[in-house]
């Protein structure tokens, strides 16, 4: 499994536009890429995943490197409640079901 | 929505007692997993199956046994507690679909004294 490096932390105001990078200089062809979120006191959120390009969802966009070894994610209009610890992962997803290494992620602070 | 349940929320025992933390997902879910999340680590996978009477070592294993009875429930089983073993746990599931997202129980906290 690809290993993932991320900033340990970013700050930011509210109504910002949040970019969390991560680079998986070793990712294999069959890995993707996930990113997952947690607030104080829950578990982890499922946010976006992507192969390639860009991908976007009602939560967040992400932009994969045409080498595939960098993703951005990008998070709109932050507000408190996005402040969180953002993971990203990179994972096989052709052979079912399959645990998830989570690192020490990026705590993301939004400040009024 | 997807639904998974984790009891007790919260659990003091002492060095050398007997826990057992539970977890039932209501996703019809093959997948389960039990993690621990400790500071400076994020988390860490323990144990996973993938079905009814099936388990699959994770990559802290020691000292933690579990079983999946159902395909709802997952325990795990800390047979004679340790302080090293103080911590948050969490229970996830996963379908073998192609989006392959884990959906989480809102943690146990341990406390072992």
């Known amino acids: 499994l690809a290993k993932t490096t991320q900033p340990p932390s970013m700050e930011a105001y509210e109504g910002q536009e949040v970019n969390v990078s991560c680079s998986h200089t070793?990712?294999?062809?069959?890995?993707?890429i996930y990113w997952y979120r947690q607030v104080p006191h829950q578990g982890p959120q499922f946010i976006i995943q992507?192969?390639?390009d860009y991908v976007v969802n009602e939560v967040a966009s992400l932009f994969i490197s045409a080498d595939r070894k960098l993703s951005t994610l990008s998070l709109p209009w932050v507000s408190l409640r996005d402040a969180a610890v953002y993971y990203c992962?990179?994972?096989?997803?052709?052979?079912?079901?399959?645990?998830?290494?989570f690192g020490t992620g990026t705590t993301v602070s939004v400040s009024p | 929505e997807a639904a998974v349940t984790q009891s007790p929320r919260n659990k003091v025992t002492v060095t050398g007692g007997n826990v057992t933390l539970s977890c039932r997902q209501t996703?019809?879910?093959?997948?389960m997993y039990w993690y621990r999340q400790d500071t400076g680590h994020g988390l860490r996978l323990i144990h996973y199956?993938?079905?009814?009477?099936?388990?699959q070592i994770g990559d802290v294993p020691d000292g933690y046994k579990a079983t999946r009875t159902t395909q709802e429930d997952f325990f795990l089983l800390l047979e004679l507690a340790s302080p090293s073993q103080t911590s948050l746990y969490f229970c996830?599931?996963?379908?073998?679909?192609?989006?392959?997202?884990?959906?989480f129980g809102p943690g146990t906290r341990l406390t072992v004294l």
């Open positions: 996703n019809s879910h093959n997948y």
């Open positions: 070793n990712i294999a062809t069959s890995e993707y």
């Open positions: 996830a599931s996963s379908d073998e679909g192609a989006s392959y997202e884990q959906y």
């Open positions: 992507g192969y390639k």
């Open positions: 992962i990179v994972t096989d997803r052709g052979q079912g079901g399959r645990a998830l290494i």
């Open positions: 199956s993938y079905g009814a009477g099936n388990l």
